[in-house]
Structures are given as C-alpha cells and as structure tokens.
C-alpha cells in the first residue's frame, strides 16, 4: 500500500466519482480506478459501491476514509516538520555562557532567536569556560558564549571573535594602591588571588601574560572556581585580583575596580561551537550572532590589538 492509493481513494470519495477525481489530480479515469482496485485486494475488502450511477462508499469504505485522511494528514505533517527542520525552525539549541564573561547583548541575541524561532526549544547552561570546551566536544551543548580556546580544544572546536573585554584591577575598599588607573607593575608586590586555571584556562593564562610583561611573576595566595569567590577572597582581605570588567556591575560595593594602563589588558570573548554538530538550527544561530551589530568595542590603550576587527577560528 502506498500513500497515493490513499490520496486517490479519498479524491474519489470528496468528489463522487472517478471521472471527477481524474480531472482534480490531472490523471487519466482509468489509472485512478486500477490503483483503487489494487487497494482493494490488499486490504480484502470492498471500499467502493461501483453499481450506482455515482459511487458510493461502502460501510468498510467509511471506516476507511476516516483512518485514510489521518494517515495522510500525518504523512504531509512529517514532510512540514522536515522541511522546517531543514530551515533550522525546529529543534533544540542549548547555549552555554558564565556570568561573568557574557554581556547584556546576549540575553538580547536568545530574546531575539526565540522570536524568530518560536518552535525551537531553547535552554541555556550556566558552565566555566573550561566546562563549555568539555560540553562543546562531547554535545552537552551546541554553542558557548566563552573564552579563547585553548589546546587540544582549538583544534576540534570553532570559535569566532566577538568582543573584548577590558580586564581590571580588583581591591579591598581603602586599599592605597586604588588609584583612577593602575599600572600593573605597581602590584608586583602583592598577593594575587586567581580564577583556577581549570575553571578559565584563557583568563589564567592571560593574567601570567600581562604581569610577565608588567616585569614579575604574580604571588598567587589563593584560588577560586569562579570569579564570585574571588571577589568574596579580596574582600576578606586575602589579596588582589584581576579580572574582566563584567564583573564589576555584579561585585559587592566593598570592592574597588580599577582599569589598568598596561598595553593589552583585554581579554576576548569568543563564540563557540563544534562543526561536526553545526545543523540547521545552530547555523541559524550563528548567524543571527553575526549579524548583531551592537557588540562593545574596548578602546584599547596604545595600540588595537591583532584581530580586534576580525573574527577568529580556533584561535587561543
């Protein structure tokens, strides 16, 4: 049985008979009447009452038609979901971001993928950059607003550039070295308190970076999972810290944020994804991200630094 014995077998019966049903689907009397009569054999019973000068159906033929249009109701449901599918307008995405790392832009970005997909269902997972380059890989989520990828994970991950973001000197409130700007050379002699390099492999490596340049290595005291602990460490007076300015509008008011002078101090935030898993919805995604214009852009001192105005892939 194929699904056009059941298109023409309901034709006939919308219609009242073959010749009608043979001018509505554009084929011949004859082909319509042999496909409906193989029909019948199949199934064993007769569906039509040919005797009268207009066919009728039979009782058989009236329990068939009603189970007949929900076969083919569903058959043309499946092609629509399937197309739809094709055209990334249903599905699931499930987007990764921390706190700190991910600006206002972003809710704004889902806001508006959720209006132009209302069919896609869409979840969002609160994981440390170095927790979405494990979930990327193995499919816990198909997109990460994160930091730049670092090995093994530049190499079987995507990621494009998409903002920087200006890092800071965090101190106690009253701490004397709290001035409008700092140069990080002026905190050589202090304790620093540090993201764990697990949690944020790219912020931890950034900050070695930046006071390498500054002339010194940072005296790590104490680190924490997130930047929450952190802040929670240099209010109790354990240390210093540095860390993106995000953080700032969320960090308690006993805590003073200062930018730093230093050439470079920025660090990115990147879009993720893996492209083994890049299907309709998530390219539908990516290019909703590409196409917003409203990303901060850091006037960086001294100089711009490499890529700020192109995007990245597997960069770290």
């Excluded at 055209?87 to 832009?105: C, H, V």
């Excluded at 869409?122 to 950059?129: G, I, K, N, Q």
């Amino acid at each position: 049985m194929e699904l056009r014995h059941l298109r023409y077998f309901c034709a006939v019966a919308e219609y009242g008979g073959f010749s009608s049903s043979a001018r509505v689907l554009h084929i011949s009397q004859s082909a319509i009447s042999e496909q409906i009569a193989d029909l019948e054999r199949e199934i064993g019973v007769k569906l039509l009452d040919r005797r009268q000068q207009k066919v009728q159906l039979t009782e058989q033929g009236v329990v068939f038609l009603a189970e007949a249009k929900k076969v083919l109701a569903a058959a043309d449901q499946a092609v629509d979901m399937a197309q739809r599918s094709a055209r990334g307008e249903i599905g699931t995405l499930k987007i990764g971001f921390f706190p700190a790392g991910t600006s206002p832009d972003v809710p704004i970005i889902i806001k508006n993928f959720r209006r132009l997909h209302p069919s896609v269902r869409v979840s969002v997972h609160d994981l440390y950059p170095g927790q979405q380059t494990r979930a990327l890989s193995d499919g816990g989520i198909d997109v990460g607003f994160t930091r730049p990828l670092q090995a093994p994970f530049d190499h079987v991950l995507r990621s494009e550039f998409l903002y920087w973001d200006p890092m800071m000197a965090v101190f106690p409130k009253g701490h004397p070295l709290a001035r409008d700007r700092v140069e990080l050379k002026s905190l050589a002699r202090e304790p620093f308190v540090m993201v764990a390099e697990e949690a944020s492999p790219s912020l931890y490596g950034k900050i070695l970076a930046l006071c390498s340049q500054a002339g010194f290595a940072p005296h790590i005291v104490s680190t924490g999972p997130a930047w929450a602990s952190v802040t929670m460490l240099v209010e109790a007076g354990e240390g210093i810290a540095l860390l993106p300015g995000n953080v700032e509008h969320a960090a308690s008011k006993d805590l003073t944020f200062r930018p730093l002078t230093d050439r470079g101090a920025a660090i990115e935030l990147v879009m993720a994804w893996s492209p083994e898993r890049e299907g309709p919805v998530l390219k539908a995604f990516l290019d909703l991200v590409r196409a917003y214009k409203n990303w901060p852009r850091v006037n960086m001192p001294k100089r711009r630094l490499p890529s700020e105005s192109s995007p990245q892939r597997g960069a770290s």
